[in-house]
């Protein structure tokens, strides 16, 4: 069956410091591959895809995701995180030749100043 | 601009109750899609409507029903609501656009959080 594995529930990482979010999808092809970003009491916003080509994708915050067929993996990075960067990540795959999503659990990122 | 708006925002319902929970896009947008979220479990997909008239399954229907009239508005119904449909549901609408819809992105409304005693 297809699924998401976010392995990572929660994540706290120091202002400044580097991040690395991971995500692993179980499909038999390449899916369509999102981030989004959650919150406090507000929708999902995307952060980034990617459908096929180069492998790193640049998004919106400074995020930049990696997509590794080999691991069957699609990790979100960024540099240096912000305070603002607190929030929830979700990460989901769109099903080619259906009109489904399926997200992974979420990785609840906690910053400290 | 208005994007997806959802209706209400807080809902307390009994067992047994029934409810619609509204969604409006003013975007023209074909695909629309509702979602529950729960602690754990991230988004799971309920239903979608690719257009007007149109609509199917997704990964949790049971216990939901939708109808999709109008472009704009895509309703989701408890029939007879249950404690185990308690969460935060998001509705989400994008463009169909040409190919697959996941060229386009989805849109998100604020959600509705649904407590059944």
């Known amino acids: 069956a297809q699924s998401v594995t976010q392995p990572d529930i929660h994540i706290t990482v120091s202002e400044g410091a580097s991040l690395e979010l991971r995500c692993n999808y179980s499909?038999?092809?390449?899916?369509?591959l999102f981030w989004y970003v959650q919150s406090p009491g507000q929708g999902l916003q995307l952060l980034l895809k990617?459908?096929?080509?180069?492998?790193l994708v640049q998004g919106i915050k400074g995020f930049e995701a990696e997509f590794k067929r080999s691991q069957s993996s699609f990790n979100l990075r960024k540099p240096s995180v912000h305070w603002s960067d607190a929030a929830e990540y979700f990460c989901?795959?769109?099903?080619?030749?259906?009109?489904?999503?399926?997200f992974g659990t979420g990785t609840r990122l906690k910053v400290l100043a | 601009n208005a994007g997806v708006t959802q209706t209400p925002k807080f809902q307390v319902l009994k067992t047994g109750q029934s409810m619609t929970l509204q969604c409006a896009q003013d975007?023209?947008?074909?695909?629309m899609s509702w979602y529950r979220q729960d602690p754990g479990m991230g988004l799971r997909l309920i239903h979608y409507?690719?257009?007007?008239?149109?609509?199917d399954q997704g990964e949790v229907p049971n216990g939901y029903n939708v109808s999709r009239s109008t472009t704009e508005d895509f309703p989701l119904r408890l029939l007879s609501a249950a404690p185990s449909q308690t969460s935060v549901y998001f509705c989400?609408?994008?463009?169909?656009?040409?190919?697959?819809?996941?060229?386009?992105?989805?849109?998100f409304g604020d959600g509705t959080r649904l407590s059944i005693l």
């Open positions: 990617y459908f096929s080509g180069d492998t």
């Open positions: 499909y038999g092809a390449t899916p369509y």
């Open positions: 989901a795959v769109g099903l080619p030749g259906t009109y489904k999503y399926i």
């Open positions: 989400a609408s994008s463009p169909r656009g040409q190919g697959d819809v996941f060229n386009q992105p989805q849109h």
């Open positions: 409507s690719v257009g007007a008239g149109i609509t």
């Open positions: 975007m023209n947008h074909e695909y």
